[in-house]
Nanobody, 121 residues
Framework: QVQLVESGGGLVQAGGSLRLSCVAS????????LGWYRQAPGKERELVAR???????FYEDSVKGRFTISRDNAKNTAYLHMNSLKPEDTAVYYC???????????????WGQGTQVTVSS
């Protein structure tokens, strides 16, 4: 059973930085796609950044140049480095893992429990 445990959220002033971590277990981590999503109060969950098993990345426009997604396959850990934080970045951030379960099953989706990020102005 795949499990994801997030950490690193908190309260930070605008312009500050945070690093979110997501430790995965029960999967062959190096083969998995990773992602970070966020959900602000009253809004739908939205994609922030994705990293595919190939290493290619995708970022939502509002975080380009400020956020960086990375992975350490030896530690089964995904990271989201967030710089120049803005009040509009305030949300619950969720780690996502897409496990490649083979051609017959496809990709299985897993989510972390979420971690609160609050940016004060």
């Amino acid at each position: 059973q795949v499990q994801l445990v997030e950490s690193g959220g908190g309260l930070v002033q605008a312009g500050g930085s945070l690093r979110l971590s997501c430790v995965a277990s029960g999967t062959i981590f190096s083969r998995d796609d990773l992602g970070w999503y966020r959900q602000a109060p009253g809004k739908e969950r939205e994609l922030v950044a994705r990293m595919f098993s190939s290493g290619s990345t995708f970022y939502e426009d509002s975080v380009k140049g400020r956020f960086t997604i990375s992975r350490d396959n030896a530690k089964n850990t995904a990271y989201l480095h967030m710089n120049s934080l803005k009040p509009e970045d305030t949300a619950v951030y969720y780690c996502y893992l897409g496990e490649n379960a083979g051609s017959r099953i496809g990709v299985l989706d897993y989510w972390g429990q979420g971690t609160q990020v609050t940016v004060s102005s």
